[in-house]
């Protein structure tokens, strides 16, 4: 979830919170400011019927005035006063209607009256809830506006996180780009930036450092490997040596041989993170597994294995060199992770190559199927680059390369923009 959307359904949700309160709150107390006046109201009319007695020594002869209603009943004695609500039936408009109404006792010639003023509330309900009404649809708008200023403000304050974000997402070591992170004048966006760059500039050092260490380990190996190679061919030819010996020797000859071809390895693998393969032009893929196939056949009908092949036209853009590689650790992987008297279907098509082939194994592990050193088992000759390198080549010349195990069968797909 983004945080704006994580932040507006908070804001909104203490929005509503708050406006529902508030909208009580202000209904409450505004029915008893406007039930207050009301009331205030009804013992001005109190006072107005005690100075008309002290002044006539009878009672007011009208009955209602103003929407009020004055009624008198005699009684036997004084009784308190009271203020409350009522129901009292409305004979014009047939319907009874809640008043407010105040009872009181007056003397009149030596007569108790008990006198009730009432005076309707609808009007006061009515007004209150008018006011509330108009009241909260202006909060409720007030609300929305400043949801929308929030929005669009907020958006415009986190650009700059989001331009430093994605220019992350672009980082990758090795890389020939340059990142420039946006200037802002927001502390904590400069303060963050300044971190992101310090990263990026660390991490690229140390991987030049590493890239050129490699690269110059793998050039000054190569010599004494060769060396090594020629003086253990040497030795192996003479005629003198023990069988022990020559066991020895050609032990040991295998492990140079070995360590002379991940040396190789790694150096490809280097000058491919190094961008020196950017020379590309249009390859003949038909043309070319068709060279690679006849290379490969004698290699294949020594393990009696039967390949398929079902060929059409399609080409590619990319670096020669790398394809070439590419194509030899394919199917040099197809034959000898096969079984005796197996079988190697290869199908071409515009945008799409496919390579299968018989399994001596299970699947392999699709997680560190095409991570460095990576072997089926930990008894294998191989170097563990070979898959690395094919992932490689297919990353720099935008290949997308897939792995499936199906009917007993190690499958690589490669598909391509044609």
């Known amino acids: ?26 209904y409450v107390l505004l029915s008893k400011v406007l039930v207050h ?12 019927v005690h100075k008309y007695v002290s002044k006539n020594d009878s009672l007011p002869i ?23 609500q009522a129901l009292i039936y409305n004979h014009d408009d047939r319907k009874s209607e ?53 929005r669009l403000i907020l958006k415009k304050l986190w650009k700059p996180f989001y331009v430093s974000m994605n220019e992350m997402k672009g980082f990758k070591l090795g890389s020939q780009k340059e990142h420039e992170l946006p200037d802002t004048d927001i502390e904590e966006f400069s303060m963050m930036n300044d971190i992101l760059s310090k990263a990026i500039n660390g991490a690229k050092d140390e991987y030049r450092i590493l890239k050129e260490f490699t690269e110059n380990a793998s050039h000054e190996i190569q010599t004494p490997l060769a060396i090594i190679r020629s003086k253990l061919d040497l030795v192996i030819q003479d005629e003198d ?27 490809l693998l280097a000058k491919i993170e190094n961008q020196q393969f950017n020379l590309v032009e249009p390859i003949n893929l038909k043309d070319k597994l068709g060279e690679k196939l006849s290379q490969f056949n004698e290699f294949w009908e020594g393990n009696q294995i039967r390949v398929h ?10 670096n020669p060199e790398l394809i070439d590689i590419l194509l030899n650790n394919l199917l040099s992987n197809a034959g000898r992770h096969n079984l005796e ?51 490689q080549i297919c990353d720099h010349s935008g290949l997308k390369i897939q792995y499936l195990f199906a009917d007993k069968k190690h499958i690589f797909m490669f598909k391509w923009l044609s």
Do not use: C
């Open 1 to 26: 979830m983004k945080l704006f959307t994580r932040y507006n359904r908070i804001s909104m949700a203490a929005m509503a919170a708050l406006f529902l309160i508030v909208g009580v709150v202000y």
């Open 37 to 48: 006046e009301v009331d205030e109201a009804l013992e001005k009319y109190e006072k107005q």
């Open 62 to 84: 009208f009955k209602n005035f103003e929407e009020v209603q004055v009624e008198y009943h005699v009684t036997d004695r004084f009784r308190k006063k009271k203020i409350s």
């Open 98 to 150: 809640t008043f407010r109404q105040i009872v009181f006792s007056q003397r009149v010639n030596g007569v108790w009256y008990e006198v009730s003023v009432a005076k309707p509330l609808e009007g006061t309900k009515l007004l209150t809830r008018t006011l509330v009404y108009s009241t909260l649809v202006i909060l409720l708008f007030m609300i929305g506006i400043s949801v929308l200023l929030n």
């Open 241 to 267: 040596l023990s069988e022990a010996q020559s066991d020895s020797l050609k032990s040991a000859f295998a492990a140079v041989s070995r360590l002379s071809k991940l040396n190789q390895s790694l150096l």
């Open 309 to 318: 092949t079902d060929l059409n036209a399609a080409s590619i853009i990319a």
């Open 341 to 391: 008297g197996g079988e190697i279907w290869i199908t071409l098509s515009p945008g799409k190559l496919e390579i299968a082939n018989t399994a001596k194994q299970e699947g392999l592990d699709t997680k560190r199927l095409f991570g460095r050193f990576y072997k089926e088992s930990q008894y294998s000759k191989s170097n563990g680059l070979g898959l690395s390198i094919v992932k």
